[in-house]
């Protein structure tokens, strides 16, 4: 299964990730090391990806569904 998510903070060795149905503490070492906060984060299966080209739009929407 295929989730799009936001990558919210990074705390040491984990890294937050918000999803659309909540938010997951996973070791760091899983995400590409080019990944930085507000990146989104393609999980598929038990891989994540860099989605560049979603990042700033993505994020917007997750910002905008919060707010309200």
Do not use: C
Not at 1 to 30: D, Q
Not at 55 to 60: E, G, H, K
Request: proline share 4%.
């Amino acid at each position: 299964m295929i989730k799009y998510g936001t990558l919210v903070r990074i705390e040491g060795k984990y890294a937050v990730l918000r999803w659309n149905n909540g938010s997951s503490f996973i070791p760091r070492r899983f995400l590409p090391s080019e990944a930085r906060v507000g990146d989104t984060i393609i999980r598929d299966n038990h891989h994540y990806y860099l989605e560049e080209d979603m990042t700033p739009n993505f994020d917007a929407l997750i910002k905008q569904h919060y707010k309200s």
